[in-house]
């Protein structure tokens, strides 16, 4: 029992100092570190041979409380911070094919703006800027003008994934739940661009939306991101009023929204007011430097950086879950077969191949991938899994994109504030 919790919270504390103490310095785990961990993880470790050195089990790695949103309207959440509010989804939470409203994450940079007091119709967005005729438009003209469209979009925040990184990064330590795919109705951002009539050197956007930034400086924006215009004419870019068949709620950017699949969540501006057109990349708060940037070629891990290097993020990596095995479930004994399912997503691309491994690695089984109801939605697997025995087990989810890029197994391109890490998931699970 003293090794149990000795080990236990040892890798609470300095995990680094636990993986040296269990696995030793030839890196297999052997004997009474074996044992050791066993006890810790409170069961046998059945593939424990093919445990690769120095691997922090995935039972071990979130040691203490999770701080739970306590929010009307909400899930109870993983809280990430209060001021701004961040919430993230746990990943047995996204089991459904349309992410229900109370499951989405909450990504504030600023605080929450107050509710739009008027009629909703006559909220205003401007388009502005590299165009012929600047539009002002109100909801109910946004409405009647152009044609709307219903579609299912995946939309993740570009510091998914962050806690994987090592060293850690600044910024939320998301696992793997920074992601949603819900149910959007809105018009086409395209046909309201082409509708202000672009000039040619109208090549980029600037977004603006009505949060009122932290500080409390009203000349400042809590965030205000923007994109290739290419981007912005997609046919699944839309300016969105309803999610899942209702107004947007407050916390997700009522009464307009704009929704940018694929690429990172904050161009996705919540609370929309203002679209201007550029002939250069815009130059708001969370553009340039090391801001929703990545190295194109790979930096020191922990080094500082000041980004003139880095590229701004499009497309997002790919991306796995299981989602019908919460992290941490045990079981009954005797359980040999396992029925599984989750999602998987990849940006702009498509998801190829989902495999899952019971073994830490050394065998994976295919899964089956269902195609998108419409590009950038994310995609349904399904498929089972054989048990030798009881006992402790990590099931590792990784998915390949339609262009053969897998997953890794470590966060990958570590960058100074932590984008993109697309670490493949670990579920761990007890049997018996
Ligand atoms: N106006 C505004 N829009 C915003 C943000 C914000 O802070 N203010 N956060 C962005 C980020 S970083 C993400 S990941 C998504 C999160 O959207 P959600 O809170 O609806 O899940 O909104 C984006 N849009
Ligand atoms: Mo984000």
Not at 52 to 79: H, N, S, Y
Request: aromatic share 6%; proline share 7%; hydrophobic share 40%.
């Amino acid at each position: 029992m003293g090794v149990e919790r000795s080990l236990t919270e040892l890798y609470g504390d300095d995990p680094e100092r636990a993986d040296a103490l269990a696995f030793g310095r030839r890196g297999a785990l052997k004997g009474a570190a074996l044992a050791a961990m066993g006890a810790a993880l409170g069961s046998t470790i059945p593939f424990a041979a093919r445990m690769p050195a120095g691997l922090l089990p995935a039972a071990l790695a979130q040691a203490g409380e999770v701080p739970k949103l306590r929010m009307d309207g909400k899930a109870t959440l993983i809280l990430l911070g209060e001021r701004p509010l961040v919430a993230e989804t746990p990943e047995a939470m996204l089991d459904d094919d349309v992410t229900p409203t109370d499951k989405f994450f909450i990504r504030n940079n600023g605080a929450i703006p107050e509710r739009f007091a008027g009629d909703p119709k006559s909220w205003r967005l401007r388009i502005d800027g590299e165009v012929n005729t600047p539009l002002d438009l109100t909801l109910g003209e946004l409405q009647s003008r152009f044609e709307a469209v219903t579609l299912r979009l995946q939309m993740e925040c570009g510091g998914n994934g962050r806690a994987a990184f090592t060293p850690e990064t600044r910024g939320n330590q998301w696992g793997n739940g920074a992601i949603s795919n819900g149910e959007w109705t809105g018009v086409r951002l395209r046909d309201v661009v082409r509708a202000a009539g672009p000039k040619d050197t109208a090549r980029f956007t600037g977004h603006f939306g009505a949060d009122p930034h932290l500080s409390g400086d009203t000349s400042r924006q809590a965030i205000s991101r923007g994109m290739p215009v290419a981007k912005a004419m997609e046919d699944t870019t839309v300016l969105a009023w309803n999610l899942n068949g209702e107004p947007l709620p407050l916390v997700h950017g009522f009464p307009l929204r704009l929704i940018t699949p694929g690429w990172p969540g904050s161009l996705s501006q919540k609370w929309l007011n203002r679209i201007t057109l550029r002939a250069t990349p815009h130059d708001g708060p969370g553009m340039g430097g090391t801001s929703y940037r990545v190295p194109v070629r790979p930096i020191v891990p922990g080094s500082t950086n000041d980004g003139k290097e880095f590229v701004d993020i499009a497309s997002m990596p790919v991306r796995g879950l299981l989602t019908n095995l919460a992290h941490g479930s045990r079981l009954p004994a005797g359980t040999r077969r396992l029925d599984l399912r989750g999602h998987a997503w990849a940006g702009d691309l498509t998801v190829r191949a989902v495999h899952v491994s019971a073994d830490f690695g050394a065998s994976w089984t295919e899964m089956r991938v269902a195609e998108a109801p419409n590009r950038h939605a994310w995609q349904r697997w399904t498929g089972s899994l054989e048990l030798p025995s009881d006992g402790y087990f990590e099931l590792w989810t990784r998915a390949t994109d339609s262009q053969g890029r897998m997953q890794p197994h470590q966060a990958a391109n570590w960058n100074p504030q932590g984008y993109a890490a697309n670490a493949m998931a670990r579920t761990a699970i007890l049997v018996g």
